[in-house]
Every structure is written in structure tokens, then in C-alpha cells.
């Protein structure tokens, strides 16, 4: 936390006492409240022909061309009030061959602006989900797991914000496989905008190995570092590349060259003879003509140029992201399409600390390796702050993960080594499902999605079938109030 210390004296000089940015406030990624106007800001990006980082999040609310109710006393924060807040959510869900479940959650926490520059955000939460959850082995009280969930001060001076606590935030859109808008972690996080370009860099604590949880010798500390680099061509097009490492071990600290944002993490890596874990993303947003955006991410874990040794014939570890998003096909009437695959081995590493996970989850919106996934949305905006939805996905899911234990089936081969995608029995999934997701009377949220899941291999079992039926429902309410603190 010292470094944490030091930064808050720093941002504390440097405020001033004027007030010139009414808009410093920034609306948290990874926040079940906020989704929904991060949904709509994917159809705001598709309209608008500009060179706004939408592909950097967390936003500013001064980004949101629309109201974002109930945030509206957070987004309006002065420095004279603090905006107290809290909600009530409850997910339920049901389907055919399982018990119907309802779980429970409760968030209260607090915004402020102390000075013109910075914005303070805390939160905690309660989640009945969460303590049920057999990966979770945290304190529980009467049922509930709680913490605190996000925790930051955010900083912002014209083209440079810093933001510095737990929080999480997306690289290359929400969709993208390298930085999630659901991975919440501590650490520090800044961009720079400077003209087309933008500079953006990322250091963040992992869960550690611990010797009674994971049967190591010695706790081993674990650490991501990253950074990326955006320039908008034109008002269509914009291409960024990123690069994360992760790294650790047994006393293990950051380093000085994965401080560094401009120096190339993977070959200091190997000049270091560090066996850390590099990933390489590129990944692009493209309007060619107005209402109608291409986008895509391509994901490198590791990949062989040479196949001069048995070694070199380890299949490719990689992910792709595509999909295109067309505003008002006819009026009110939108169409997203996406296709995401992601190959057997990427984001695992042969040594365990270095894999691509933080607490047992891929770090970006992946939902594991080994698999693939096709959608395609009809979507009907009823109202401005209401939509509904119509759905159909097609995904394969292998026997791959990134849990798995690191094998080398190439070595015990000679000559050429190949493996299908996906790997092993084949889980297939093929879904339609209808959504109604929105806000009703300014402070009630509403997601609720029906729909058939027909299900061949369950469970990876070769001919076990299952046609299920399903329910999800949840509803939110959220309510703040302003204190004077003069």
C-alpha cells in the first residue's frame, strides 16, 4: 500500500482548487449496475464517427452522451458533497434437470471528488452466490461472502488519467480475450492521449500460491504488467496492440523492465532467462460505412516460426475475436454478429504461477481455452433505457483448459504433430433465447432471458444428449443520496 500512499500525496499536490472538468468521474467496469450502459455504448461507438478511446475502459461519465440514471448524483459529485449509494440485487435462475436457485447480493459504498482532478470511488459487497461458489474460501457471514469489491482513486488532467486501488477496467473492447471488464484486481493503471495516440499501461497483483492451498515450497507471489498502444487512422479506423506478462514466484517483486511502458516485455523476458509468461493482442475497430462497425482481436500465446526440432511442431496457442455491430437496420432495429475461438494451451504455462488466470479465471472475457463460440442478436431498443433481444449461439467446448497440467504429446511423436480443434469429445451447444434487459423508473435494473439450450456430449460424454429449458431473471435497485460534507 505505500506506493498507493505516495501516489495520493502526489495527486493531492497537483489538483488544483478550480473546478474546469465537471466530468472527472469515471462510471466503474466490472459493476452488474453499470452493465447495461456499457451494452449501449457499443451501439453509441457504432453511430458515432470520431476518435474517442471506446476501446479503454473503464469511461468517464462525461463520455456517455446519454443520462446515466441512478449514477446521476455520482456522475454530478462536487467537491462539497459526498454521493452515498447502495443496491439490492437478486439473480434467480431455472431449468430443466436442476433445482431452481435464487441468490442474493447487497452493495453500499460511497463517491467523492476531493479536488478538481480526482475521483474517489468505494464499494463493498455481500453475494450469496459468491460463498456458495466450492472455488471460494474466504470468511462468510450468515450465508454471504463479502469484500470489498472495488476500492480507486482516479485521476484525470486533459489527455493523462491514472487510476490507482482495485478496480477493473478492458483493453480492446469488452469483448476482447486479453483484459476483461469483469477481472477485478489492485494496482495501478494510466493512459496517455496524445494527439491520434494513445499510450496505456497496467501492474496488478495476482492470487499467490500459497504451500497449504496449492503444495508449493514457498509462497509464490504472482504479478501482471502490460501495456498498449492505440492509433486512430481516421475517424473509421482504429488499430491498437497490446502485450501483458505474467510473472512471479517465491519473494519475487516488480520489476524495473516491466515498469518500463515502452520497452518489449517478451524479449527482455528472454534476454533475462525468465521463464514468464508473454501475450501479444492486436486488435481493431472499423467503420466503412456509417452505422455499420467491424471489429476484431487477434490473441498470441505462443507460436512456432521454426520447425527445425521436434520441440517446434507444439501447436499454435492463439484466440480471435469478430464480429460487426449495424445500427438501425430498420428503425430501432439493431444486429450484432460475433465469432470467438480460443485454442487448446492458451493462457496455461508449464509452470503454474505463470498461467493467464487470477483466482482460477482467464483475465480477459474468455470463458476458458479449447473452445468456440458463434452469436448473432436481433436487437429492439423499446424505449431509450429499455431493449429486448433475440438470440441464437452455437459454441463447441473441448476437453482442454487452462487448468490443466502442462503436456507435451509433440515429444513423443516423431516428425509432424497436429491436433483437432476442439480437442478430444466435443461438448456442442446450440442456443436460442429471448432478453429484456433495462432500466424502469430511473433506479430499477431488469435483465431477464428465457430460452432453449439443446445440448450434444453433456458433460463430454460421447452421445449423451439433452434438450434444456431455462429462465434467468435479475432485478437490481439502486439508490443514492448526497452529504453535505462542508
Given amino acids: 500500500m505505500r506506493y498507493l500512499f505516495h501516489i495520493l500525496l502526489f495527486l493531492s499536490i497537483m489538483a488544483g482548487s478550480s473546478w474546469a472538468d465537471d466530468t472527472v468521474g469515471v462510471l466503474p467496469a466490472g459493476l452488474p449496475d453499470a452493465e447495461f450502459f456499457y451494452l449501449r455504448m457499443e451501439r453509441e461507438q457504432t453511430l458515432t464517427l470520431d476518435k474517442i478511446d471506446y476501446q479503454l475502459g473503464p469511461y468517464r461519465f462525461g463520455l456517455f452522451p446519454f443520462e446515466v440514471e441512478p449514477f446521476g448524483r455520482i456522475a454530478r459529485v462536487s467537491d462539497t458533497r459526498v454521493s452515498v449509494f447502495g443496491s439490492v440485487r437478486e439473480n434467480a435462475m431455472s431449468s430443466r434437470y436442476a433445482r431452481g436457485r435464487a441468490y442474493e447480493s447487497f452493495r453500499g459504498g460511497m463517491a467523492a471528488r476531493p479536488a478538481r482532478n480526482i475521483f474517489v470511488w468505494g464499494n463493498f459487497v455481500l453475494d450469496e452466490q459468491r460463498a456458495k461458489n466450492p472455488l471460494y474460501t474466504g470468511k462468510k457471514w450468515r450465508g454471504l461472502a463479502g469484500d470489498v469489491e472495488q476500492g480507486f482513486v482516479w485521476y484525470q488532467n486533459g489527455g493523462f488519467n491514472l487510476q490507482a486501488g482495485r478496480f477493473a477496467s478492458f483493453w480492446g473492447g469488452r469483448y476482447s480475450l486479453l483484459l476483461g471488464p469483469n477481472t477485478i484486481m489492485d494496482g495501478v493503471a494510466y493512459s496517455l492521449r496524445w494527439g491520434r495516440v494513445a499510450l496505456s499501461y497496467r501492474l496488478s497483483a495476482l492470487d499467490g500460491r500459497s504451500p497449504e492451498k496449492d503444495g508449493v515450497a514457498a509462497f509464490e507471489n504472482r ?239 460421447m452421445g449423451w444428449d439433452r434438450t434444456v429449458p431455462f429462465v434467468a431473471i435479475g432485478l437490481s435497485a439502486f439508490f443514492s443520496t448526497d452529504v453535505n460534507v462542508r
Fill in 223 to 461: 504479478y501482471l504488467a502490460g501495456h498498449r498502444l492505440d492509433v486512430h487512422l481516421s475517424n473509421r479506423l482504429r488499430i491498437g496492440a497490446s502485450e501483458m506478462v505474467v510473472f512471479g514466484g517465491p519473494g519475487r517483486q516488480p520489476e524495473f523492465a516491466y515498469l518500463n511502458p515502452i520497452l518489449f516485455f517478451h524479449s527482455s523476458q528472454l534476454n533475462g532467462k525468465a521463464n514468464d509468461n508473454t501475450l501479444i493482442a492486436v486488435d481493431f475497430d472499423f467503420t466503412p460505412v456509417n452505422r455499420f462497425r467491424l471489429y476484431g482481436q487477434l490473441l498470441i500465446d505462443d507460436f512456432q516460426i521454426e520447425k527445425k526440432q521436434q520441440s517446434d511442431q507444439e501447436p499454435d496457442e492463439s484466440g480471435l475475436v469478430a464480429g460487426f455491430y449495424a445500427v438501425d437496420v430498420a428503425t430501432g432495429w439493431d444486429i450484432k454478429a460475433e465469432y470467438t475461438r480460443v485454442t487448446n494451451r492458451t493462457f496455461n504455462q508449464p509452470l503454474p504461477r505463470n498461467r493467464y488466470l487470477f483466482d482460477g479465471q482467464p483475465i480477459g472475457a474468455a470463458s476458458g481455452n479449447d473452445y468456440d463460440l458463434g452469436s448473432v442478436s436481433v436487437i429492439r431498443w423499446l424505449k431509450q433505457n429499455l431493449r429486448g433481444s433475440l438470440a441464437f449461439k452455437y459454441g463447441r467446448q473441448g476437453e482442454g483448459s487452462p487448468m490443466d497440467g502442462w503436456s507435451t504429446p509433440w515429444l513423443d511423436v516423431s516428425g509432424d504433430y497436429s491436433e483437432p480443434f476442439p480437442t478430444g469429445v466435443v461438448e456442442k451447444h446450440a442456443v436460442i433465447s429471448a432478453n429484456l434487459n433495462g432500466i424502469i423508473r430511473r433506479s430499477l435494473l431488469v435483465d431477464v432471458t428465457a430460452g432453449l439450450n439443446r445440448i450434444a456430449n453433456f458433460d463430454r460424454v
